[in-house]
C-alpha cells in the first residue's frame, strides 16, 4: 500500500472515530479511560503532538473542539455527569495497575 493511500485511510478511520464519539456522547471520557486506557482528551492532546511534529501549531482547546465537535466547555456543560463512585474507584485502580 502507497504511503499516501494509507494516510487518506488512516484520516479516514479517525474521522470516523469521532463520528462515532460524537453519536455516542452517553459515554463518558470517565468510562472510555476505564475500559480503554484513552479519552476524547487524550485524543486532543494526541492531535497537538502530531501537529507540532508537522511544525504546525494548534492549541489544545482548538484540539478539542476538533474532537468533541465543540468548544469543551459546551460539551462538558450538556453532556458530561458527574462520575459515580464505582466509575471513580475504577479508574483509581486502573492507574494503580498501570503505575505499577
Known sequence: MESRTRTEIEAAVFRRLLQHLDERKDVQNIDLMNLAGFCRNCLSKWY???AEERSESIDYEGARERVYG???????????????PEQKAAFEAAQEAHDA
Open 70 to 84: 465543540m468548544p469543551y466547555s459546551e460539551w462538558k456543560e450538556r453532556y458530561q455527569k458527574e462520575a459515580t
Open 48 to 50: 497537538v503532538a502530531a
